[in-house]
């Protein structure tokens, strides 16, 4: 008598299934990233505040331990309320400095490839030429 062995072998490799979660994980935070970094930030500043608020509690005495836990659980929720909005608002003007930062350097970075073609191409130095002097006319002419 023949009898078959009908053994289920998975299609996708479990290592492979993992990574692919993480790069949509990390997509996911690199698209959200004012979110993100909004809250790491508010999680420094919190973390800043809790030490100096453990400092001062480390002076107090014995008999008020429950409400110096109070008083830095009452900090910690506060500066979470209270700096929530400023914290993303940085975090996004961070980001938008950033982009603004990259696209002057890249485009620098293009000019100076430009100029280097220019000076060794004379259809291209006048072109760069003629260019420059429309702009000029049109800024003469508006008074900009």
């Given at each position: 008598m023949?009898?078959?062995?009908?053994?289920?072998?998975?299609?996708?490799?479990?290592?492979?299934?993992?990574?692919?979660?993480?790069g949509?994980?990390i997509?996911?935070?690199v698209?959200?990233?004012?979110?993100?970094?909004?809250?790491?930030?508010?999680?420094?500043?919190?973390?800043?505040?809790?030490?100096?608020?453990?400092?001062?509690?480390?002076?107090?005495?014995?008999g008020?331990?429950?409400?110096?836990?109070?008083?830095?659980?009452?900090?910690?929720f506060a500066?979470?309320?209270?700096?929530?909005?400023?914290?993303?608002?940085m975090?996004?003007s961070?980001?938008?400095?950033?982009?603004r930062?990259?696209?002057?350097r890249?485009?620098?970075a293009?000019?100076?490839?430009?100029?280097?073609?220019?000076?060794?191409?004379?259809?291209v130095?006048?072109?760069?030429?003629?260019?420059?002097?429309?702009?000029?006319?049109?800024?003469?002419y508006?008074?900009?």
């Amino acid at each position: 008598m023949t009898s078959f062995a009908h053994v289920q072998h998975p299609t996708e490799h479990p290592g492979v299934i993992r990574l692919e979660r993480a790069g949509r994980n990390i997509r996911h935070l690199v698209k959200d990233a004012t979110r993100s970094g909004a809250t790491l930030l508010l999680a420094a500043i919190v973390a800043a505040l809790l030490v100096v608020a453990n400092q001062v509690v480390d002076t107090w005495s014995e008999g008020h331990l429950l409400a110096a836990w109070i008083a830095m659980w009452a900090i910690a929720f506060a500066s979470i309320a209270l700096l929530a909005a400023p914290a993303k608002g940085m975090t996004a003007s961070l980001r938008a400095g950033f982009k603004r930062w990259n696209a002057a350097r890249r485009q620098a970075a293009e000019d100076r490839a430009m100029w280097q073609i220019a000076q060794t191409d004379p259809r291209v130095m006048q072109d760069l030429n003629c260019a420059m002097t429309r702009a000029e006319a049109v800024k003469g002419y508006f008074g900009d």
